[in-house]
């Protein structure tokens, strides 16, 4: 994943809650904050559900979340979120698209925080 922040060879996916990812809604974890892995793009998992059905959407509509958050479903990419559970959905919508190559940043968001250098944490928070 550190790589990735000078190659930029994949696209960072995150399933989190725009309000934890964008940093201006906490953590359910008291030793985590909010934010998200620079350049990542914020997919949040509850978009690949239908509301009504409450099930995973139909291709062609999973393939306009993907648009709608700036992800390229012909490029490589990985699925993350703040544990690593949410992130599968990610990744099962990616192969309901048929892209079956999406691995899972597994150490997820927590991860991320505990170890980055502060640059490496982008928070809306940390503007004010």
Request: a negative charge; one cysteine or more.
């Amino acid at each position: 994943m550190t790589t990735n922040l000078a190659d930029k060879t994949a696209q960072v996916v995150d399933a989190r809650p725009p309000g934890r990812f964008n940093g201006t809604e906490p953590e359910p974890r008291a030793d985590c904050e909010p934010g998200h892995i620079p350049n990542s793009l914020n997919m949040p998992f509850g978009k690949i559900l239908d509301p009504e059905s409450k099930t995973v959407k139909p291709p062609e509509k999973l393939r306009e979340v993907f648009a709608a958050a700036g992800a390229d479903l012909s490029g490589p990419m990985v699925a993350t979120c703040g544990s690593g559970m949410t992130a599968c959905g990610l990744v099962l919508a990616a192969y309901l698209c048929g892209k079956e190559d999406v691995p899972v940043f597994d150490g997820a968001w927590v991860e991320w925080f505990k170890r980055a250098k502060p640059e490496n944490i982008i928070s809306e928070a940390k503007k004010e």
